[in-house]
């Protein structure tokens, strides 16, 4: 399978319609988004869901996100939009929030696990939207790697990770967030952040005037909020700038591959540890977080430091999913 290029201009319509066909008879299409790269289907056809879920390896009882070309196809997917959603989709889409609704009574059981709810995003690309609207209808898409994994933000990673299960790869280059949507459950009587993403704390505060609770161990089946997922092969256990050069040096007698992961600059490290640069602050931490996990792997480590920014802005979304990524593993190295 090769990755489709959104440019040069010859190649970009055939490539859209490629993929339109592929999704209308139940074929599988990866996309770009502003987050992460998408493994799409139509989200009306069980049979092509099903074939999302095998190929994922994700179990049937977890939700995707159904992706819209406009918030005007809305109300088709949605038999019920609170005020608070109203107003988070107005000042968010296009763009990396998702908005959990009750569902209207077209959208397949395969979409929701049998919920009685849907998450829905307007994703911010203009390949994606140039899909969507080819296309006409809900795209159901989670990030476009194997259950559990780390999600790709290249269409190589997405090449690299799914091969020939996918029919097409539309290629629009590196993501430009990086980490996923922010999920905003608004289906209770208050609105509740479900994964921090691509939207921060301090934005959803602006909108809706409150703070937005991040609820966890939400009833509802949510793999992004498991604790151990958007996990590279390497252990990665969490560190702090004064303990990683001890912590490295420790690792390294034990005869393991260190990396450590942070912002630049990097702290003293012996000299056998591997640096994975983050970039300068947390947008850049964000846009380059999966692709240094994948580096890591490349690069055979078998431990990863990470040393996660400052909590605020993207920084919350990128600390969420290094815990995430450390889950159970983390406890076992502290002890
Ligand atoms: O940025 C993103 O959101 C990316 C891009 C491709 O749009 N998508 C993504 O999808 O991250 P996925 O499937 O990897 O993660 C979606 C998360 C999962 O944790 C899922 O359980 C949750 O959204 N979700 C979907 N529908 C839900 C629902 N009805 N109720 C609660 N959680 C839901
Ligand atoms: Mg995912």
Redesign the pocket.
């Given at each position: 399978m090769e990755a489709l290029p959104v440019d040069p201009s010859s190649a970009r319509a055939p490539d859209l319609a490629r993929a339109v066909a592929a999704l209308r008879r139940g074929g599988l299409v990866a996309?770009p988004?502003?987050?992460?790269?998408?493994?799409?289907a139509d989200a009306t056809l069980p049979g092509a869901l099903r074939r999302l879920y095998a190929v994922?390896g994700?179990p049937p009882a977890?939700?995707?996100?159904?992706?819209l070309g406009g918030a005007d196809q809305l109300t088709g997917w949605a038999r019920d939009v609170p005020d608070a959603a109203r107003a988070l989709t107005d000042a968010c889409w296009p763009g990396?929030l998702?908005v959990?609704?009750r569902?209207s009574a077209r959208v397949p059981d395969e979409?929701?696990?049998g919920?009685d709810?849907?998450?829905l995003?307007v994703?911010d690309q203009p390949l994606?939207l140039a899909l969507l609207h080819q296309f006409g209808d809900g795209i159901a898409?989670?990030?476009?790697?194997r259950f559990g994994r780390v999600?790709p933000t290249t269409a190589q990673a997405v090449v690299d990770d799914l091969g020939t299960d996918v029919d097409v790869v539309l290629d629009g280059g590196p993501c430009r967030?990086g980490?996923?949507?922010?999920?905003v459950?608004c289906?209770g009587a208050q609105p509740a952040v479900?994964?921090p993403?691509?939207v921060t704390a301090a934005r959803l505060r602006e909108i809706l005037g409150t703070d937005v609770p991040v609820v966890s161990g939400?009833t509802?089946?949510?793999?992004?909020?498991?604790p151990s997922?958007y996990a590279p092969r390497a252990s990665v256990v969490l560190a702090t700038r004064e303990d990683a050069g001890a912590r490295a040096t420790a690792a390294l007698d034990d005869g393991r591959h260190v990396a450590v992961l942070c912002e630049s600059p990097s702290p003293d490290l012996p000299p056998a540890v591997v640096w994975l640069d983050a970039g300068c602050d947390a947008d850049d931490y964000a846009r380059n977080l999966y692709a240094r996990l994948r580096e890591a792997d490349a690069r055979k480590v078998d431990l990863l430091l990470a040393i996660p920014p400052v909590s605020t802005g993207l920084g919350q979304a990128v600390a969420d999913r290094l815990r995430r990524a450390a889950g159970a593993r983390q406890h076992v190295e502290a002890r």
């Open positions: 996309f988004t502003e987050t992460v790269y998408g493994l799409g994922k994700r977890h939700p995707v996100i159904v992706h990396p998702t959990i609704v569902r979409v929701t696990g919920a709810t849907v998450g995003r994703p994606a898409a989670p990030s476009a790697n999600s967030v980490v996923e949507s922010t999920i459950d289906t479900l994964r993403g691509g939400s509802v089946a949510a793999p992004g909020t498991l997922h």
